[in-house]
């Protein structure tokens, strides 16, 4: 089939996602013969993997799919100065006229990565809008993590955060994983134990200059190693995805906080002090003090 599309590459810049931004959107099927221009072309595992770009994208109107390449096609307005010699298969982003797609499992031909073992795997949560995603964590260093395959195919390992669930769009019919501040749409995901002896590395923990009304003591961060961080001073972290509480550049007590690598993905910053446990992802980790 002969599909004439003229291309014009835009690139939407990222940003957090809310449960509101696709929520309000489905893709229904139309046949056309007038091109439409092309956004950008993406991967993706399954249909379903196209409807979040495109809900996502406000210049976005509609998209096609290439279930033998897996790629994603998002589409724009129609360009009627020319037409296709042949009819093509879009799906057209609406918010009337649509049919909820009913619930799945969230951890269908979930595959077990490469950093984890069999034995690992905890299994899905068990209840959609549960706080934290994988449960208050105990026993084999309290270190569990959200393993999540997105739907353009990459891998990532999510934080069992204090404010982390998953609830089903029913709009786009994908799974979605939320920390309370940023909401992540994924293929398939379970809960894993992270091991305490791992075959895959995080790359170096950057350090950073500090924050004003602190100075760095020039004490290493302790990696993998039982709490508390900087000899129980004071750390400041670069903190990713979600906040705690309210900035990405916190500076907290090193007591009862270790640092450890979340197969090979991403270090993660874990409190455990007995009545309050949580985790959060980070870039970077500092020992510092407060200047008198």
């Not at 992802?281 to 003090?289: E, F, G, K, S």
Request: glycine share 6%; charged share 15%.
């Amino acid at each position: 089939m002969l599909i004439l599309l003229l291309v014009n590459l835009i690139l939407h810049s990222s940003k957090a996602i809310n449960e509101t931004d696709t929520r309000k959107y489905c893709f229904l099927p139309a046949a056309s013969t007038v091109p439409r221009t092309v956004l950008t072309t993406t991967n993706a595992l399954s249909l379903k993997g196209c409807y979040v770009p495109c809900a996502l994208n406000a210049n976005c109107q509609a998209c096609s799919y290439n279930a033998s390449t897996k790629k994603c096609t998002l589409l724009g307005p129609l360009a009627p100065a020319n037409s296709c010699s042949e009819p093509y298969t879009i799906y057209e982003k609406r918010t009337t006229g649509c049919t909820d797609f009913p619930l799945a499992d969230s951890n269908t031909s979930y595959t077990l990565s490469k950093c984890c073992n069999a034995s690992d795997v905890i299994g899905p949560p068990a209840l959609r809008r549960v706080t934290p995603v994988c449960g208050n964590a105990t026993g084999f260093l309290r270190r569990v993590a959200y393993d999540t395959i997105l739907h353009d195919g990459t891998r990532w390992v999510l934080e069992n955060h204090r404010e982390s669930f998953i609830d089903w769009d029913e709009k786009l019919g994908s799974w979605y994983y939320s920390n309370g501040v940023a909401v992540y749409y994924f293929y398939m995901a379970t809960c894993v134990k992270v091991p305490a002896v791992q075959t895959c590395g995080c790359a170096a923990l950057s350090t950073e200059l500090p924050m004003a009304g602190y100075t760095t003591t020039g004490a290493a961060v302790e990696m993998e190693q039982a709490p508390p961080l900087c000899n129980g001073g004071q750390v400041q972290f670069r903190i990713t995805r979600a906040a705690a509480p309210s900035n990405n550049q916190q500076v907290m007590s090193g007591a009862a906080r270790s640092i450890y690598c979340a197969m090979g993905f991403t270090w993660m910053h874990m409190i455990d002090n007995g009545t309050w446990y949580n985790e959060w992802a980070v870039t970077a980790a500092t020992c510092v003090a407060k200047i008198p």
